[in-house]
């Protein structure tokens, strides 16, 4: 089976919002947690702290408050922005796979079963 993947560009910056950033900002929303956030994703803390720090400057607003650990063990929120962009990005990619689903489909047939993968496949997780 085939899948849209999707990934938005924008010049002249040169910068560009996918589907890792997407799952990477739905887990920390959901964990809590941007250390644990990267580890589900097999990803070092320092690259997605580094992607979340690149998308606050792409969209030039804070996209999740953090606390620092401590007893507490610390942890993140999205902000509003944060959350925009999840579901700005969820709908643009929903829209797409609809209007491209029967090419899609086409196109998935025409693949043969011992053609070689070309990514890792990201696993999927909590």
Do not use: C, N
Not at 8 to 21: K, L, N, V
Not at 67 to 92: C, D, F, V, W
């Amino acid at each position: 089976m085939a899948q849209l993947s999707l990934r938005i560009d924008f010049e002249p910056s040169g910068s560009a919002f996918g589907p890792g950033m997407a799952e990477l900002l739905e887990r920390v929303d959901k964990m809590g947690s941007i250390r644990q956030a990267a580890a589900s994703m097999e990803m070092s803390y320092r690259k997605a702290w580094l992607l979340l720090k690149g998308m606050q400057q792409t969209f030039g607003g804070a996209i999740l408050v953090t606390e620092t650990g401590g007893a507490a063990g610390g942890g993140a929120q999205l902000t509003e922005l944060g959350h925009r962009l999840i579901k700005s990005y969820r709908t643009i990619q929903a829209k797409a796979t609809r209007a491209t689903e029967d090419e899609v489909k086409l196109l998935s047939e025409l693949v043969r079963d011992s053609a070689p993968p070309k990514r890792r496949v990201a696993p999927k997780g909590p």
